[in-house]
């Protein structure tokens, strides 16, 4: 699949997939890379060293700073892919140096495929399981 790069770089990884956006202040702790909104799909699923497949961000601002964080932390995904990227994403993305793309068919992924990510060519390929 061909989309957009929003933040350049390369990863392969684990599909962890959601339908709904993701809030990443108050949605991810930055201390483990797991999904602590109540009610979530992935509400207690770990996003460290997968890439990450949901439609857009959604909430504060500060959700940039938490996608920082968790790579400081060394609880990032390795990439990120969204069917829009919107600011908070792409700002937070772009500084802690996470490879990202949007303008994807998210809904062709599916959780546990394996992804090839190649953002600075924004080329999304996936392996099935």
């Known amino acids: ?43 207690g699923k770990c996003v460290t060293d997968k890439i990450l497949v949901f439609p857009c961000g959604k909430g504060s601002t500060v959700g940039s700073y938490v996608i920082y964080g968790l790579k400081k932390n060394d609880v990032a995904p390795a990439g990120i892919i969204n069917k829009e990227t919107e600011t908070i994403v792409a700002t937070g993305v772009i500084l802690a140096g996470i490879p990202c793309v949007d303008q994807v068919e998210i809904e062709k992924i599916k959780d ?16 099935s399981v």
């Open 1 to 43: 699949m061909k989309g957009r790069m929003i933040s350049p770089g390369k990863a392969e990884g684990v599909a962890i997939v959601s339908s709904e956006p993701i809030g990443f202040y108050g949605g991810i702790d930055i201390k483990t890379g797991i999904v602590i909104e109540k009610g979530h799909p992935l509400e």
């Open 112 to 127: 546990g495929d394996t992804i090839f990510l190649d953002a600075d060519n924004g080329i999304v390929e996936m392996k």
